[in-house]
């Protein structure tokens, strides 16, 4: 495959780019990115991945865009108020580059599909808002061994880690389960600033592009806390936990856990 | 003794891990926490003692994401 005069010009700074050249760009051009959640995440992530030229985008919501959403979901404009999300993703992310495939998932992922959708990507991006989730995607990517691009945000903080099953740490060998429902506050019942959504997405589209371009060092073994009420960047390290559940040498987790689902969030 | 937690140096008046989330009000539930980059086992808390100069990390849970 060759690119078109169109193809040069739009990519002309990445092309330029020694780490990434014409060959990178073909790479992205072939990459598959799953992107769970069309919300304060994965609309950055979305959208830069989709600007970048990424071949294929999986993007995975059931929600409805909401008016209380565009504070910080940029893919949604004010006329997609009450339209599906993946639906007004999917039309931004196309204007911007028609090349770029969007699949989308009208559904939530659940301990029955996540393994079969995920095994079609090649990187996992992690844009949902509750622990649950955070935990069904980081077993599945595990089980398919997928990279995955784990991201949190809350209020005015934000944390991003990559994990690349079998060589870094999980997000189980720090958490080993979620934690009881009802005790850590959501975006819905804390707020959030909705550029740090921004912040920390905008970083987790990097390091998807890193790791299918396999350049430089991914954020593996260190947690990147941010808190935007000092413009504090804090990296914690971290390592593989020998009694991890999942990815120790004694797990004993082989199979998906669909946790007690907390109280719909309409974010 | 003299810990560094999360970046921050302090002088606490405690010999394990449980201790200093008493210390600071924190449920355990709430918390991972890492000594010297080793991640301490919710059941080991209590038995965990620290040394002069050691590195804590407690990592709470953040999960917003919409
Ligand atoms: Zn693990």
């Not at chain 1, 990434?20 to 919300?39: C, D, E, N, R, Y």
């Not at chain 1, 599906?84 to 196309?94: G, H, N, P, Y």
């Not at chain 1, 079969?116 to 090649?122: A, K, L, P, R, W």
């Amino acid at each position: 495959m060759s690119f078109t005069e169109d193809q040069i010009t739009r990519y002309s700074r990445h092309i330029l780019l020694p780490e990434m050249g014409g060959k990178g760009q073909k790479k992205l051009s072939q990459a598959k990115v799953f992107v769970v959640g069309a919300g304060g995440l994965g609309c950055p992530v979305a959208y830069y991945l989709g600007a970048a030229g990424i071949g294929t985008i999986g993007l995975i919501d059931s929600d409805v865009v909401d008016l209380s959403n565009l504070q910080r979901q940029i893919l949604h404009h004010t006329p997609d108020v009450g339209r599906s999300k993946t639906q007004s993703a999917k039309e931004k992310i196309q204007a911007l580059n028609p090349e770029v495939q969007v699949t989308t998932y009208e559904e939530r992922l659940t301990a029955h599909n996540a393994r079969d959708i995920i095994s079609q990507y090649d990187v996992v991006i992690d844009g949902v808002d509750n622990f649950p989730a955070k935990f069904l995607i980081n077993d599945a990517c595990y089980m398919e061994n997928k990279p995955l691009v784990h991201g949190g945000i809350l209020r005015f903080e934000g944390r991003v880690m990559t994990i690349v099953p079998n060589e870094s740490a999980c997000y189980r060998c720090i958490f080993k389960n979620p934690p009881p429902p009802g005790v850590v506050p959501s975006c819905q019942e804390a707020g959030i600033i909705g550029v740090v959504a921004g912040i920390i997405g905008t970083i987790q589209a990097t390091e998807a592009i890193k790791l299918i371009l396999k350049v430089g060092q991914p954020l593996t073994d260190r947690l990147l806390d941010f808190d935007a009420r000092t413009t504090t960047f804090r990296e914690i390290r971290v390592r593989r936990n020998p009694s991890c559940t999942l990815c120790g040498p004694e797990a004993s987790l082989t199979e998906l856990i669909d946790y007690d689902e907390p109280e719909a969030c309409a974010l | 003794m003299q810990l560094t937690i999360n970046g921050k140096v302090e002088n606490l008046n405690v010999s394990t891990v449980i201790d200093v989330l008493k210390a600071k009000d924190i449920d355990p539930q709430l918390v991972a926490v890492e000594v010297n980059t080793q991640m301490i086992d919710q059941e080991n808390l209590g038995t965990t003692s620290l040394q002069e100069d050691d590195k804590l990390e407690f990592l709470f849970f953040m999960g917003g994401g919409a």
